[in-house]
């Protein structure tokens, strides 16, 4: 028979715990919430009460039912009140002792046949269960932040958990609206053990000055299709709680160098800056608990915006003139590939001349016919009308030769991602253009210098790189040398600006910011599918349900292909000689087998339909 959880209880009442209280009394089950002291106690029922408030500001709730529901929660200090509940979730911070002495505390005070269970984000649940005489009625529930709105639990089962548990367990997650993923006990389960490899590398960004905070959350958010940037993530998780995970990972995950706790996150715990909870983190809040970002003393003068009210675009609009400096007012892309031919577009859409080269490769013919493709469909979809689409091509001058640039104000070379080609085309541009004009690569993975140093003029030669797919992203990472002037950095930005993209300008690294942190993490996943721990499936909705992700890590790797992935590992590998950045096996051989992902039919997924 299965159990009937009528009344449980939830221990901790912080950043996860309120949560978890809210979720259960939403669902009609009556909640003991247990703290250590009053004045705890009176935070988390102020955070339950901020919670519901809102939901019923925003018309998620109604009032009667928000009455409801803080009636079913019963707020009390210590343990024994946990008497009569049919299951127990713990939420105290991420201390083994302190959870194997709450769990022992536990078992003594709770009814025998009561399960009790830990919403750990990476220590051992084993270790955790042993503390008990109960070992088999001991599991994992790990809920995500904010536990009312994320879908995903992770139900995790240690090799004494009995079935009957974990079939119950699993039985009030879905009576609670939840999707759960049952797995084994290992550190940082599915979610954290993909996530916060990525979070730690954000910190070691800011941390070594790479980028600014804005411009590292505004990547992953407009680069990377995130719903949020990881300081920003960091800063709601909580920067104590991440500690300790990371903490726990790299001691228990197999020492990987890239979970060990970057020291910044360190010294910011110690100076009590622990993200939103404490009023301050990577930024600067309303109030502890509030989660409004206001401006600080790191705020970039020319905005004093908060990341997440970041604007989409910083200006220009179709079809306008350049808001850009006047000297920049035609532009040469050499290029008949993917990346050229979306920008022949995005330039030409923004009143640029644009002078289509086709270097030495091909005949544009493919590239015309491309772009007046895709201006057709936007009429069609009603994104331009008729008249700009004409304007537009009248804009372009089809298979310019390299001689023809020698009066352009910008050039952007899309060609092939290798390096000698680029760099004698480069060498060519240097011969042909006139002084000071800004000669930009978009290489996504050779270093911008090697190309910058064929030419006799290295201060004018910059990346600006288009995250894929570049039609639709509003981003354009600028990459800046060792050589670049300030003068060509801010030239670039006036453009990307009137191309109505936003901007982050970031060093002549590996990877830049998006993909030197995007790739790594889709790597990890790769990994940890190839070690049998859990499916395709599972990885993708974890990081959908747990993290909001718009999409999974295989449906990314199958749409930006399975080779171009590989090749980015590779090249982050080849830079920074981390063994934890080598590419998965599984990867390199589904490129070998030719599984390239959507383009061939297959990759981690069969897309053709059988
Ligand atoms: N923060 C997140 O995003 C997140 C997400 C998923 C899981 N978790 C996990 O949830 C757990 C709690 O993390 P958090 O971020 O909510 O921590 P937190 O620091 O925000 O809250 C912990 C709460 O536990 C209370 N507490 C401490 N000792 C206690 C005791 N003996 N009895 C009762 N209450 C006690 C504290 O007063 C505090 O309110 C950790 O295991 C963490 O790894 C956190």
């Keep these: 028979m299965a159990r009937e959880f009528t009344r449980v209880g939830v221990v901790g009442l912080g950043t996860m715990g309120a949560g978890i209280v809210e979720v259960f009394a939403r669902n009609g089950v009556d909640v003991v919430a247990v703290e250590i002291s009053e004045a705890a106690l009176a935070r988390g029922r102020a955070t339950l009460t901020r919670s519901t408030d809102r939901a019923v500001a925003k018309g998620k709730l109604a009032e009667d039912d928000r009455d409801a529901l803080h009636s079913r929660v019963d707020f009390q200090v210590g343990l024994d009140a946990l008497h009569a509940v049919d299951l127990v979730i713990e ?31 990476s220590l051992s649940v084993t270790d955790i269960s042993v503390a008990t005489q109960r070992p088999q009625q001991v599991v994992g529930l790990h809920f995500f932040n904010p536990a009312p709105v994320m879908k995903l639990v992770e139900v995790v089962r240690t090799v004494v958990t009995a079935a009957d548990v974990v079939d119950d367990v699993e039985a009030l997650c879905a009576r609670l609206g939840k999707v759960d993923v049952t797995i084994d ?43 949020m940037g990881p300081l920003a993530l960091l800063d ?86 350049p808001a850009g400096p006047a000297a920049v007012t035609t532009v040469g892309l050499v290029g008949v590939g993917v990346i050229a031919t979306g920008l022949v577009e995005v330039f030409a859409r ?90 930009a690569t978009t290489t996504s993975s050779l270093p911008v210098i090697e190309v910058a140093m064929a030419t006799q003029r290295p201060a004018d030669v910059l990346g600006l790189h288009f995250p894929d797919p570049t039609a639709r992203r509003p981003l354009v990472e600028v990459v800046r040398t060792v050589h670049t002037s300030g003068e060509a950095t801010a030239t670039a930005q006036a453009v990307c600006a009137a191309l109505g993209r936003t901007t982050v300008v970031c060093g002549d690294r590996a990877g830049f910011v998006v993909d030197a942190l995007l790739f790594p993490y889709l790597n990890d996943a790769v990994r940890m599918l190839e070690a049998g721990y859990a499916s395709v499936d599972d990885i993708d909705h974890a990081m959908k349900l747990g993290c909001g992700y718009p999409v999974g890590p295989f449906a990314v790797l199958d749409s930006v292909g399975l080779d171009v992935s590989l090749a980015i590992q590779r090249s982050l590998y080849r830079e920074q000689r981390e063994p934890g950045l080598a590419p998965a096996p599984l990867l390199e051989h589904l490129v070998t087998a030719g599984y390239l992902g959507h383009r061939t039919g297959r990759g981690f997924r069969d897309h053709t339909g059988r």
């Design 236 to 321: 709601l998780i909580g920067l104590d709680t991440s500690y300790e995970i990371l903490n726990t990972m790299y001691r228990h995950g197999g020492r990987d160098r890239r979970h060990a706790p970057t020291p910044l996150i360190r010294q910011m715990v110690t100076a009590g800056l622990l993200g939103r909870k404490s009023g301050r983190g990577f930024y600067t809040y309303e109030k502890p608990g509030s989660p409004k970002v206001v401006p600080d003393e790191q705020t970039p003068a020319a905005t004093q915006q908060a990341p997440e009210s970041a604007p989409e675009s910083t200006g220009g609009s179709a079809g306008s003139k």
């Design 350 to 439: 923004a009143g640029y001349e644009v002078l289509s080269v086709d270097g030495d490769v091909a005949p544009t013919a493919g590239i015309s016919e491309a772009v007046r493709a895709s201006l057709d469909e936007g009429v069609a979809r009603g994104d331009l009308s008729a008249a700009d689409r004409d304007a537009t091509l009248a804009r372009i001058t089809w298979s310019a030769t390299l001689e023809q640039l020698a009066d352009v104000d910008l050039v952007v070379e899309a060609v092939a991602e290798e390096l000698g080609g680029k760099q004698a085309l480069f060498a060519r541009l240097d011969e042909i253009c006139k002084p000071g004009v800004l000669l």
């Design 185 to 227: 006990d290992r550190a940082g389960f599915i979610a954290n053990a993909l996530l916060f490899g990525y979070l730690n590398h954000a910190v070691s960004m800011f941390e070594t000055r790479y980028a600014t905070r804005e411009d590292i959350d505004v990547a992953m958010k407009l680069g990377g299709g995130l719903p």
């Design 91 to 121: 939420a105290v911070p991420e201390h083994l002792d302190l959870k194997r002495r709450i769990f022992a505390e536990l078992d003594r005070v709770c009814r025998p046949d009561t399960i009790l269970a830990t919403n750990t984000s």
